[in-house]
Structures are given as structure tokens and as C-alpha cells.
């Protein structure tokens, strides 16, 4: 059967409000959009407004965005629907203004009436929202396999010893991780539990990786999970060429190829006032170029100039760029002149990266940065930078790895590496999603057989 011709299949799709969760869910839809799916992308009307910029005029045909609306909450900034600049302590409000909006959500999934939802673990809710209904509701896993099964083993076999001692952790990460993984996974509020989001997907679990990445990650979550994993990815922001974020790309055109290095710490992360001196001291010594993109969250009025060392920007001059809040990064690591990424290692970083064929210093912060970190550093393509016994970090060793990455004849193995990488995962991300829209057709006709929908299929 040739599912690009006859599949009609209308998804409704509801990411978190996180940025890291919106872009892969984005270009899922627009990859299944292009395969001739109807989908209903549901999120704030915030989000919605800069979703919609990033369809194109024959993709909105298909894609249909649909508001939520979030109830207001006095704790959040006015209209501000999406972590992303957050201050973290707002987090929990803003989780909270979500789960007053399952309400309307389920309105919303009763209008539409879908032949699919798709869903984040953050929405526990959905799938018994869709299986009132009879419609199959798919988990959609934004998280890399290895993090995942990381977690889950530790939940599901306590004490048992992780198979794959390669991405274990250590010292000071090893304890984060852990309070992270049991706070995550305590008994208490299923709407809130991503197990009983797991437990619920119906048949599959959708991940946003690849096998030539994680396949023996994806296999063992499988077992963990006792459902099939399909991997969907790697699904990255697409580069478009806009006049608006010229002056970073001009900078990058005068630059030579791989000479310069994109440091980023995600949409969520922001660094404190030590960790910004050592980044740029970091930079100043390794005396590579650089383009940094520096942020702080909503409400805080902190400068750029009055957090970088004295005299820090003169020193560099030419050699630097700082681009305030945030910075078209898929484009610029895809740009010849990015040789190297500074990256906090959220997984959208590390498959972007991949994807462009760029090696990573790896700088991990907090939550699943830390094992996407092992991994790649595994792979070949990264090298992580060591921290203090204490956790802090030293500007030496941020240099150090810098020149390593980019520079040093020591390093060219991740180089040439990375972008065996790219080569081979932009050849799987299209056959990924042949191999969904099979599993997702094959799922609806299972399901119709349980409820005739006329016009559900083809
Ligand atoms: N991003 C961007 N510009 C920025 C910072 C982040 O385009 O200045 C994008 C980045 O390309 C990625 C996402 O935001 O797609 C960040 O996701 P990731 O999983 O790497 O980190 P998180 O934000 O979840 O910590």
C-alpha cells in the first residue's frame, strides 16, 4: 500500500510549552503534513504566533492551529504561555495553569473528534481524555532513548546495575540526576505521573532519535516500557534564510570555515554570575571565535555588558559575538564558518548539532543534559568539560576543551566523526517517518475495527 498516496489521517497534536518540546513537534507535524495528514496543532495562542511563522504558506494548508486557552494566574507574567525565559521558580504555575486547561482541552478533543492525538509526557490527562472517546491516543517522547531508559532503569530495577555503563554518571551530576529521577517518578498525582503517560500510549511510543544514534538505548527502553519505540528523528528545526537575522549570519560569512564556535545554553537554562565569567574567560583564552547568545529571564533587568568581565568585549573585539537573548542557532550551525558548539547538551541541541555535522564541547547543566553528555562524548563527537569536585566550573578547562574540539590535530577525529553523523542521520530522518505513517494507518484500522468512524481512513 502506498500510504503516501491514500493516507487522510487527521492527528491532533498537544506539546508542552516549552520550546524544546514545541520545535520537534512542529516538525513532526510538517513532515506528516507533506505525507498528506490533516493536523490540529494545539497550544496557547503565545506559542501559536511564533508556530505559525514557521510554516509555510503550503504547509498551512494542512496544518490547522488550534488555541488553548490557559486560565490567567496571578503568579505568571501577563500572556506568558511558554518557559521559555521563565524564571524556574515560575515553573510550577505555570504547570499548574496547564492542568485548569484540561478542561477545554477536552472540549477541544470532542469537537475535533481526531483519528489520532498525539501527546507529551507532561499530559498524562490526554489519553484518557482520547480513550473516552475511542480515539488511540500515541505518546510522543521528546527526550533521547538513553536518557529515558536511564531514568526509567532506575525506577524499574533498583539496585540492578544499568546495562550500559558508558553514559553512568559521576560525582556531582550522578546525585542530581538521581533527585531529579526520584522526584520525577514519586508516587503521587497520576494527572501528573510520566509513567501513566507511558503506560497509557496506545501500542507505541514515538522518540525523537535515530538508531544510528541510540539503538541499543531505544531496544532496552522498549523492554523497560514493554511497548514498541518508533524512532521519528532526528527532527530539527529547518534553516530558512531570514532578513531579519542577518547580522549574526553576515558576521559568520567573514570568518573561516570551522574557525568559530556557537555557545548556547538552550531556551530554559540561564547561567549564574560565576558560571558567566568562567564561559568568558573560557572564551577569551582559548582564542577561538565565538558567538554567544547570553540571556536572562523575564523581569530581570541585568545587562549584557555589566555580566561579562571588565573590559571583556574590547579585549575580544572581532573575535566575538554576543547576540542578546536568543539567536537563530539551527542556521548557525549550519553555517561552514561554526566548527564547534558549547552546548548545555539539551537533546533539540544535540540532534541539531548532529544533523549540521558540528562536534560539541559539552557543557551539561541540570536535568537530562548530563547523560545526552556521556553519550555523545561516547559517540565520538563531543568531549564534555570536567567540573570541579563541587560542581563549579573552571575557565582552563573550558579553553582546554574548546581547542581540543576545534583546533588541536588531537581533535580531528570528533571532527571528521561528527560529520559522518551528519550524513547518516539526515538519510534516516525521511525513512522515519515512511516507517510512522505505517505504524500510525496500522494503529487506525486496529482501532476501527473497535468503532467505525466513516471517513476515518483514506
Ligand atoms: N534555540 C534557538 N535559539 C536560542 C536558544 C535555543 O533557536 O538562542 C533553540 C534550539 O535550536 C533548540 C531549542 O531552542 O531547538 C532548545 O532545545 P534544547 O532541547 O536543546 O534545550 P532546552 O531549551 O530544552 O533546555
Redesign the pocket.
Known sequence: MDTKQTTKLRVLMQPWL???HI?PYLELAKKLANRNFTIYFCSTPVNLTSIQKRITQHQSLSIKLVQLHLPSSPDLPPHHHTTNALPPHLMPALKSAFENSVPEFSTIVKNLNPDIVIYDYNQPWVPTIAAELHIPAVEFLTPGAAMCSLSLHRYNKPGVEFPFPEIQLKGFFQTQFRRVVDETFREGNPMQSPLTAMEKSFKIILLNTCRELEGKYVDYLSILIGKKIVPVGPLV?EVVNKTEEREVMDWLDKKNDSSTVFV?F????FLSKEEIQEVAHGLEISGVNFVW?VRFPVGETTRVAEALPKGFLDRVGERGLIVEG?????QILAHSSTGGFVS?C????VL?SLNFGVPIIAMPMQLDQPPNARLVEDLGVAMEVQREEDGRLSRHEIAKVIRKVVVEESGEGMRVKAKEFSNNVRLRAEEAIDELVEELVQLCKEKNLVKIKSGQLY
Open positions: 516549552a520550546h524544546g520545535s528545526q548556547s538552550g531556551s530554559e537554562f547568545v536568543w539567536a537563530p542557532q539551527a548545555h539539551g537533546w533539540n541541541s541539531e
